[in-house]
C-alpha cells in the first residue's frame, strides 16, 4: 500500500496574482505557507478487474474513461495507467472549499502516489506542473497556480510566475526567531461554511482578459503588498507584515461583492477590538477561513470562539508533498 500527503497552504502576501490571466501580462508574485493540516492519498493493487475510487463517493469501474472524478481520471491518463486493478481513496484534515487549497494539494498528493507507484522519480517543481497542467489546463479551471506549488514545495516559499509560464520558487528568508513568532502569534479560525473558489475566481480571470483596469490596478497593488510583505517578514518587522494583511483584504474586498459578507465583517472587526492587529479571508473569499497576526492570540481567541467561530491550531510544514509508506 501507498500512502501520500500533502500539506495545505495560508497566503502571506500577493494572493491573486498566480492566475494565468493576470501573470502571463505582468509577472505575479506571492508568498506562501504550508500547515500541518493535510490531505491524504492511500492506493493499492487488487485483485479485482476494476478500478475502485473512495471519496465523498463510490467509484467502480472497468476502465480510466469511466471514471467520473475529473483530476482522478486525468492524473490516471497522464501517468499512463490504465491497468483496472487498483484501489484509490483520499482523507482530508480540513473539508474542501474552504480556502485552504485542498484541490490543489489532492492533485499533488494523487499524482504523488501514482508516480511513486509506477516507480517514477518526480521533482517538487515537475510534480507541480503537472498538477497545474490537470487543473488548469485539461479541466480548464479558472484558477492559480499557488495550491499545487506550495503543497509540492512545502515551507514558507516565495512563488514567482512569468509570462512565459515558468514558477520560480525559493524559501523566504527568516530567522529563526522571526519563524517562530510568526507561528505563535497567527490565529486560524474557520467560519463555519464553505464555498467554490471557481465562481469568485472566474470573475476575477473574466475582467482581467476584459482589460478592466479596476481589476488590473487591484491586482498590481496586491503584488506590491506582496514585495512589502517579503521585505517586512524577512527584516522581522511583523507589526509591518500584520498592517500589509490588513491593507490586502481591504483590497481584496473590492475583486468581487462575494469576497465578504455581514457576518465576515463583523468577526473581523471584532478580532481587532480583541487583540488582533492584522488579518484577512484566506483563499477565494466568501467564507472558509479568517487568519489573524495577534498580540495578544488568547484574548482574541477567547472573543472569536465566543463569537461562533471555530479554531485551527497549526504549525509551519517544511517537508511538502511526500510518501509516508508504500
Known sequence: MIITRSPLRLPLGGGGTDLPSYYRRFGGFLISAAIDKYVYITLHQTFA???????SQLERVESV?????????????LVGLDRPNLEIA??????????????????????KALHTYCKNLVH???????????????????????????????????FQFEPDDQVKAWPLRLSAETLLNLEDNLILLFTGYSRSASGILKEQHDKSQQDDAEMLENLNFV?????????????????????????HWEFKKKRSRSMS???????????????AIGGKLIGAGGGGFLLFYCNDKKRCRHALTGAGMREVRFHFDFEGTKIITQ
Open 124 to 158: 517538487p517543481s515537475e510534480l507541480a506542473a503537472q498538477a497545474c497542467d490537470i487543473e488548469l489546463v485539461k479541466l480548464g479551471e479558472p484558477i492559480g497556480k499557488q495550491d499545487q506549488y506550495i503543497s509540492a514545495y512545502g515551507g514558507v516559499t516565495c
Open 223 to 247: 503584488k506590491e503588498i506582496g514585495f512589502c510583505s517579503q521585505r517586512a517578514l524577512e527584516g522581522g518587522c511583523l507589526e509591518k507584515f500584520a498592517d500589509l494583511m490588513n491593507a
Open 65 to 77: 474513461d469511466e471514471v467520473q472524478h475529473p483530476i482522478i481520471r486525468e492524473a490516471l491518463r
Open 261 to 275: 459578507n455581514p457576518q465576515i465583517d463583523e468577526w473581523y472587526e471584532i478580532a481587532l477590538k480583541n487583540g
Open 90 to 111: 483520499s482523507m482530508a484534515d480540513i473539508p474542501a472549499g474552504t480556502g485552504l487549497g485542498s484541490s490543489g494539494s489532492f492533485t499533488a498528493a494523487l499524482l
Open 49 to 55: 478487474r476494476e478500478i475502485i475510487i473512495k471519496y
